[in-house]
């Protein structure tokens, strides 16, 4: 038995009961595993704004307080956009999920 895990059975698992959760998928992979997850209404893959999604993320967050966002992102797009990070522990919204 493999013990890797599969990036895109991740993803899928994290989407698979997400009810209303607003998803936000980094450029690259991370945008390709959501829409492979399926296609939803509420998916923004961001095709062409590397190392934007977190702070994307972080503003639909405080724009949207009663739902759910979550940021999915890969190391790549991640370090274009590092010191997002900070600005989130800053704003500490509890409605906002990085993965």
Known sequence: MSKLLRRREVVKQLLADRGDTLVIAGLGASAWDITAAGDHANNFPLWGAMGGAVMIGLGVALAQPKRRVLVITGD????????????????????????
């Open 76 to 99: 790549g797009e991640m370090l274009m956009g590092l010191s997002s990070l900070a600005t989130v522990a800053v704003q500490q919204p509890k409605n906002l999920g990085i993965v």
